[in-house]
């Protein structure tokens, strides 16, 4: 029976995980309609361990704070190191900002159906041990 509740709770974290991933997934694809533009600069690259590369850009925001997000990886470079790049960024910073030319990854969509699916899951089994 304990096993039953503790497979609830955890589908039901799961669950608010998704929906957290959900929100944030659409914000940064509604950035463009409503976030601040900011003129950066590429200062490094990153690879990731299946060997893409994304360009690491800096900017400041309107407060004058020097922020960084990345471009969304690539098997090229799109942005190398020193060129200006064009950043859309949240004034309330709860969105990572998004590079001006991309559209928004769907990351957190795939990441919010893991969640959700794991989350189904695990409420369902929990349940199934409960009663």
Partial sequence: ????????????????????????????????????????????????SRGLVSSVIAYEDA?????????????????????????IYDPRGKVRAVVAAENAGSGEYYLAALCGIGGAFFVYSGMHVVL
């Fill in 63 to 87: 407060h004058r704070v020097r922020r960084v997000t990345r471009s969304l990886p690539r098997n090229v470079i799109k942005y190398v190191i020193g060129e200006k790049v064009d950043v």
């Fill in 1 to 48: 029976m304990l096993v039953g509740w503790f497979l609830v709770t955890f589908g039901v974290s799961l669950l608010f995980g998704f929906l957290s991933l959900i929100l944030q997934g659409w914000r940064r694809r509604s950035l463009p309609r409503w976030g601040n533009r900011a003129s950066g600069v590429c200062v490094n690259l990153s690879w990731t």
